[in-house]
């Protein structure tokens, strides 16, 4: 990359929000973010639907971040697009925008892998953890316990041997009937309920791997429910019961001390004083209360990004971008999407 190219340009579709943002010199000038809401009425993401929004926002979301940041394309040095992983269709839409714009004002180009860029979304904010960091990457699709060594450097811990932390919250929010995303629902929902009424799995937390899993978890919420005939049913929440928010706050509670045990453990055994918690998931009010208080016991200093920050945006991939391009990487036009693309 060469000297003064700072401007970059990225785009993020890999599921659902179409997000185009400008960074200059690593410092965000403009992040501009679409969620879908088309997908509520199915109570999940419909790929073919998501491709589609994509198509029809792209450029007006692109227009906005540059009207945003005060610039006009021939202001951009780089363009950063994700290339996975995620949804092949919706990948599909800003790859091959980012790659056409670039070929088409004769830019460097650099395809982002979506989990790294999670991983810098903390270091879009003013206070950045320093190397090496544990680096828990906790989102709809992926639970991931990541050592980072240094920039662009990773070891993985540990990962999800089935659903995701933020697929099992809109799991158990479909069978309360409490809407999607599950997430911010149960959040909610769960700060009026007592997190000890029920006892519920924390699967793996005491084991000596760093792997997590949250299916166990899920089916112990699901025959808790049906034995109470407390399932929705046909969509109707079950609001009525006076156990939701209990169940709610119960079942929040047994994500999040499996997350934190297990980063807790990860920070020891490597010696590690900083801590990010990045991703979807990270939004999660109850997550961040007892990482804090975990942070404090042990000494560790622990990193948020700002809510905007923690679900899918372009400002993230943007960084992460820049960071390759600093490095003296590009990449070619013939570049394809990767859904099942991992960070190491």
């Given at each position: 990359m060469k000297p003064g190219m700072n401007k970059i340009l990225g785009i993020e579709t890999s599921c659902d929000e179409t997000s185009v943002a400008i960074l200059s010199e690593g410092r965000v000038c403009a992040n501009i973010i679409t969620s879908q809401i088309v997908h509520k009425e199915y109570g999940g993401v419909v790929p073919?639907?998501?491709?589609?929004?994509?198509?029809?926002?792209?450029?007006?979301?692109?227009?906005?971040?540059?009207?945003?940041?005060?610039?006009?394309?021939k202001d951009i040095d780089a363009i950063a697009a994700v290339y996975g992983p995620g949804l092949v269709g919706a990948l599909l839409v800003g790859l091959n925008y980012g790659k056409a714009l670039a070929w088409s004002r004769q830019l460097p180009f650099i395809g982002v892998n979506h989990m790294e860029g999670h991983v810098y979304s903390i270091?879009?904010?003013d206070e950045k953890p320093e190397y090496p960091f544990i680096c828990l990457t906790v989102s709809g699709g992926h639970t991931d316990l990541i050592y980072v060594k240094e920039p662009l450097t990773y070891e993985l811990l540990g990962r999800t041997r089935d659903d995701a932390a933020?697929?099992?919250?809109?799991?158990?929010?479909?069978?309360?009937?409490?809407?999607?995303?599950?997430?911010?629902?149960?959040?909610?929902?769960?700060?009026?309920?007592?997190?000890d009424a029920i006892n519920f799995?924390?699967?793996?937390a005491q084991a000596e791997h760093?792997?997590?899993?949250?299916?166990?978890?899920k089916t112990a919420v699901l025959y808790y429910l049906?034995?109470?005939?407390?399932?929705?049913?046909?969509?109707?929440?079950?609001?009525?019961?006076?156990?939701l928010n209990d169940i709610c706050a119960s079942?929040?509670?047994?994500?999040?001390?499996?997350?934190?045990?297990?980063?807790?453990?990860?920070?020891?055994?490597?010696?590690?004083?900083?801590?990010?918690?990045?991703?979807?998931?990270?939004?999660?009010?109850?997550?961040?209360?007892?990482?804090?208080?975990?942070?404090?016991?042990?000494?560790?200093?622990?990193?948020?990004?700002?809510?905007?920050?923690?679900?899918?945006?372009?400002?993230?991939?943007?960084?992460?971008?820049?960071?390759?391009?600093?490095?003296?990487?590009?990449?070619?036009?013939?570049?394809?999407?990767?859904?099942?693309?991992?960070?190491?």
């Open positions: 073919e639907l998501a491709s589609r929004a994509h198509v029809k926002m792209i450029v007006p979301i692109m227009n906005a971040a540059l009207a945003q940041a005060g610039f006009s394309l270091f879009l904010e933020g697929e099992a919250f809109d799991k158990v929010a479909k069978m309360l009937g409490i809407g999607y995303p599950g997430g911010p629902e149960i959040d909610k929902l769960a700060r009026t309920g007592n997190p799995p924390r699967s793996y760093y792997d997590f899993s949250f299916s166990g978890l049906r034995d109470r005939n407390l399932l929705a049913r046909d969509g109707a929440p079950v609001a009525q019961s006076p156990e079942f929040q509670q047994a994500v999040v001390d499996t997350l934190v045990e297990k980063t807790r453990r990860a920070a020891t055994d490597y010696d590690v004083k900083h801590v990010a918690i990045v991703g979807g998931v990270s939004a999660n009010s109850r997550l961040r209360e007892v990482f804090t208080s975990m942070a404090s016991r042990n000494n560790i200093h622990v990193y948020f990004p700002r809510l905007e920050y923690c679900t899918d945006n372009a400002a993230m991939a943007a960084y992460a971008g820049w960071l390759r391009l600093l490095n003296g990487e590009t990449s070619p036009a013939s570049l394809a999407a990767v859904p099942n693309l991992n960070i190491v």
